[in-house]
């Protein structure tokens, strides 16, 4: 056997294992020899705590392993699966860690009770204006963690009690394990300079749904500054009319450069226990893209394409934030958009993993940030202190991501895109301002991530493709949510029974009932008539204008 078995091991699992490779030896086409192989492995790494294998042993000589049956027949799909899943247990972490949080460690939060705040001496990143008397503190881990609550995250500060907090996961399926948790602060009415101090995971209790336990404790402190109301009944009835288009915006001034340049490194948490031990992983996946280009260099190989993009883009997130750049985010973007062209059946995969791949390229520097951040011009008007916008228009964007660098986002722009799905904004938790225009969602429940933004007040969805798809409905237990308990969503006493507009757009009631906005645009949509729009009036009373047009 090629080294791999340790004395240690099980006869069973040794026998196993030597059945797998003798069967791959005589047939390198035998799938399920390799993917019996990666379970067999799979369950030995798991036991690594008591005697078994390590990984950074193994790892390496499965490479070496995999390359025989890869560069004997390239057009084999069985060997590359193989590879696929070596590539996973590479770069992946067993313990979860904190990527990143918000409000990030050393920056001033400036809490504003009225409509605008004009000094200077406080970043974008951090400034927000909040009706609620509350802020939320989010926490992005680099995968997806349960037990988050007051027991294994401690809030220290002068204005509130740690076990006052209520930490809630934000998942798609709400589930209670998600990347993303948040809970809100609440702060006094007065004036009131604070500092707040998290601790996460000093107590045990954080689990990946893999089973490994949050093991290396993180910490991070903020100021907190309240400014206090000072609004006047005039100022509370006025209906603002806030439009993301291109002739509402100028370029951020360059005497404000310099709040964002110094808040930038405040966005990541930087992890440096793991440098050491990953040395491994940067030796692992530098000798196989050497492999790979040197394949590729030979053949015209497809599948050889994208493991190149996915090893590269690896050893770019592995690098990432200690070496501050993605040094190959151009070649890998190069690799997708040929892989488009070369394999249509699979374009929109390649697509998708192109926008992520763009997405990390803008947010990855200071540099490239900047230049999609705009002002609002009349930030005076605006009910968002001294608004910044992050433009991410016109960027042929087919799927977001890279959401843990975009957590300060309070105005995003994703205008004229390809989205299909917005899967993820939920951790954007302080995002009041969005635009959706001109993109391909094709259904309501395609805006399901947007129920959990509760600062969300203005939302352009114009010109979509609502409407032309019909609902969805397999994600119920029954055809309408209206009809049939389904658990914690709906809550039978909020429903209008007996009003027969809500209960055949039930889809529309189940989306908008959580919203809390002041301004919605959905004009351009197949859905958007006048019927369905008083609807909408229905379930969101707080609504004061739709479409442009101030309501009654």
Request: hydrophobic share 40%; net charge negative.
């Amino acid at each position: 056997m090629h080294g791999i078995i340790g004395e240690s091991m099980k006869r069973s699992e040794q026998d196993e294992l030597k059945y797998a490779e003798d069967m791959i030896y005589t047939n390198f086409s035998n799938y399920s020899a390799w993917h019996n192989r990666s379970v067999l492995l799979s369950a030995l790494f798991e036991k690594k705590a008591g005697g078994f294998l390590l990984k950074e042993k193994v790892l390496p000589e499965e490479y070496e392993f995999i390359h025989q049956a890869i560069f004997t027949d390239p057009d084999d799909q069985s060997g590359w699966f193989y590879h696929l899943w070596l590539l996973d247990q590479t770069v992946t972490t067993d313990s979860p860690l904190l990527a990143s949080s918000w409000p990030g460690h050393g920056s001033d939060v400036l809490l504003v009770g009225d409509r605008c705040y004009n000094g200077s001496a406080f970043s974008p990143f951090s400034a927000l204006h909040s009706d609620s008397g509350s802020f939320p503190i989010v926490l992005y881990f680099n995968q997806p963690v349960g037990g988050v609550n007051s027991s294994t995250v401690t809030v220290e500060c002068g204005f509130n009690k740690n076990e006052d907090l209520f930490w809630k996961p934000l998942s798609a399926s709400n589930s209670q394990t998600a990347r993303v948790w948040v809970a809100h602060l609440k702060v006094p009415s007065s004036d009131l300079h604070s500092t707040v101090e998290v601790s996460v995971g000093h107590s045990k209790g954080i689990i990946s749904t893999r089973g490994f336990v949050y093991s290396h404790p993180s910490m991070f402190s903020f100021k907190v500054h309240v400014q206090p109301m000072e609004r006047d009944s005039s100022q509370v009835s006025v209906a603002e009319n806030i439009s993301l288009r291109e002739e509402n915006f100028k370029v951020y001034g360059t005497q404000s450069e310099e709040s964002i340049i110094d808040s930038f490194d405040q966005l990541i948490i930087k992890n440096g226990h793991e440098t050491t031990a990953s040395n491994w992983r940067f030796e692992a996946l530098a000798k196989e893209i050497e492999c790979f280009r040197e394949l590729l260099s030979l053949v015209d190989c497809k599948i050889g394409k994208l493991t190149l993009a996915r090893l590269l883009k690896a050893y770019d997130a592995m690098s990432y934030p200690f070496a501050n750049k993605l040094v190959h985010s151009e070649e890998v973007l190069e690799l997708y958009s040929d892989l488009m062209k070369l394999d249509p059946t699979h374009y929109q995969f390649y697509k998708d993993e192109h926008s992520i791949v763009l997405l990390q390229k803008v947010t990855s520097s200071k540099e490239s940030l900047l230049q999609h951040c705009f002002q609002y011009k009349d930030s005076a008007s605006s009910a968002i202190c001294d608004p910044i916008c992050l433009r991410l228009n016109n960027l042929s964007l087919s799927r977001m991501g890279a959401f843990e660098k975009l957590l300060w986002v309070q105005m995003l722009d994703l205008s004229h895109n390809e989205l299909q799905s917005i899967e993820g904004l939920e951790a954007m938790q302080l995002l009041s301002c969005l635009s959706l225009r001109n993109n391909k969602l094709r259904s309501l429940t395609a805006l399901e991530p947007l129920r959990k933004l509760k600062s969300l007040r203005i939302l352009d969805i114009s010109y979509n493709q609502i409407g032309d798809q019909s609902i969805d409905t397999t994600r119920y237990v029954c055809s309408s949510p209206l009809s049939h308990s389904v658990g914690s969503e709906l809550n039978r006493d909020e429903t209008v029974t007996s009003d027969v507009a809500l209960i055949n757009n039930w889809e529309a009631f189940f989306i908008f009932k959580d919203f809390n906005l002041n301004q919605l645009d959905i004009v351009g949509n197949t859905i958007a008539d006048e019927k369905f729009k008083s609807v909408l009036v229905k379930i969101m009373p707080k609504l004061k204008q739709l479409d442009g047009k101030l309501l009654d």
